[in-house]
């Protein structure tokens, strides 16, 4: 009895806290100042076991070496071609293997989609290649097709395509039977049904399947450049790597990374931009 | 305006198979122009795959289904359906969604904003045309798959149980809100249900269905809609004797039905 006429009193709040919108934005907030915290840590880290000359510096230079670097790599350059350079260099091959990644694996997952016969020719090739590592068919692509920027590239976008086919395909299937036959009762065409409701309805899923193969183009991008490249950060990094230059090395590393970020985010923006029913439905 | 009739209609899923199932067996109907023929049963037996043949979503294994004579050979709109979870699309906004089969057509966006716009007034939705999909509550969204549907100009509407996902109070509310449409539109409305309450008072002819296979058992002539249409309020058509006394025999059809097709099991 004296529980109930407890759990009744005024002085203890029964009522659950709302997960409103404001609730949600304070642990958003929380989560980035703890990331932020994380990442001063490691540098303060790094710092410290470069003062105290816990490694040698020639294995571990300090944070302000690598920032020195920077600058000095921006103006004068590293092996023949500046920061900017070997950026632009590198960019530029991610960005038209991912373009062309993103056309022929859309039209590849609505291939399949809508033809049994080209689900039955791609699917064996693609689930034959995907999970080889690009750095062990990258010999193969070279004796092909030679040391050149077609090879780097085409590297690059075997990484990437089946992440798209993949999400692409992912998002065709999941397509409500109603919806279609919502179009297709209002008189659409089969052209009609693909273009305003299959294409728009896997948008968010040929997005995300961007993202993740953006993430493994940049992982591969260092590998094709290893061989024959006279420009780009993969290159750049192995160059240093040969003369023991570990500043450049790390400096590389991070410019590849921070750039890596910046993508990420920007096609997230374009996500939520293109698609912002995404996560309502 | 048209027609739509099923003759001796025959479907089976699964012909050839050890698992073939009859869906519906023998069934014969017809929706005459600005009728309001409502099929009223439980789940599994056949009420979906009859509107599915209305719509052209699928061929009967043996029978016929015509809509003025010709045979129905696809999906068109000249039937307009409305679906029981809505099936709008979500990256278009309200009032894009309810010109959607004009854009179809190819008509310019003037004139099919134009029309949208008379079917959202309609509907009792004007001054939601830019709101997103998600942004609506149930009810809202079975008032867009109305209008969606009205904007083409079918001659017949199909009407998945519309209702069936909604609480009871926005459930009533539509009711009425459908019969208004169906008055002031005067289209044909195939409406399917498994409320008793809500298909008596809503038929203009109710068909009775039992499962196993899907036949039609009953078919009652109604005028409780009419009442509603002419001025009556909801409330006090439900509460006629002549209402509730029909209302108990259209269960005693529903629960014999099924127990027939238990006992046959």
Known sequence: MSDVTRLASPEIDLSVPPLGARRLLGRRTYVAKVSLATCAAVVVLWWLAAWLEVVPAMFLPSPVAVTAKFFAVSSDGFQDATLSQHLLASVGRVIVALGGAIILGVVLGFAMHVSETARGVVEPLLEFYRPIPPLAYLPLVIIWFGIGELAKILVIFLGILPSIIIATNEGLTSVPHDTVNAARSLGATRLQVIQLVLLPHALPNIMTGTRIGLGTGWATLVAAELVAATRGLGFMIKGAADFLVTDVVILGILVIAAVAIVMELALRLIQRTLAPWQGHQ | ?265
Not at chain 2, 34 to 53: H, M
Not at chain 2, 71 to 92: C, D, K, T, Y
Not at chain 2, 226 to 244: D, H, L, M, N, S
Request: charged fraction near 25%; aromatic fraction near 6%.
């Open chain 2, 1 to 265: 305006m048209a027609i739509l009739a099923l003759k001796d209609v025959v479907v089976r899923y699964g012909v050839g198979t050890d698992e073939s199932v009859t869906a519906l067996d023998g069934v014969s109907l017809t929706i005459e122009p600005g009728s309001f023929v409502v099929a009223l049963g439980a789940s599994g037996c056949g009420k979906t795959t009859l509107l599915n043949l209305m719509a052209g979503f699928l061929q009967p294994t043996s029978g016929s289904a015509t809509l003025d004579g010709r045979p129905i050979e696809g999906p068109g709109s000249e039937r307009g359906v409305v679906f029981q979870h809505g099936a709008l699309m979500p990256w278009l906004n309200v009032i894009d969604n309810v010109a959607f089969g004009l854009r179809l057509k190819g008509m310019p966006r003037k004139g099919r904003y134009e029309r949208a716009r008379a079917m959202l007034r309609l509907v009792g939705l004007e001054g939601m045309e830019e709101r997103r999909i998600w942004q609506l509550s149930g009810g809202m969204r079975q008032r867009v798959g109305v209008a969606r549907a009205l904007t083409a100009d079918p001659d017949v509407l199909l009407m998945d149980e519309p209702l069936g996902a909604l609480d009871a109070l926005t459930r009533e509310q539509m009711q009425e809100l459908i019969l208004d449409v169906w008055m002031r539109t005067r289209k044909s409305i195939f409406f399917i249900t498994h409320g008793i309450d809500e298909a008596v008072f809503m038929a203009g002819k109710l068909l009775v269905m039992s499962p196993r296979p899907g036949r039609i058992v009953a078919a009652i002539d109604l005028e409780f809609g009419r009442q509603f249409t002419e001025g009556a309020k909801a409330g006090q058509i439900k509460a006629q004797p002549e209402f509730v006394a029909m209302r108990e025999r259209v269960k005693e059809f529903v629960f014999s039905s099924h127990q027939l097709a238990e006992a046959t099991l």
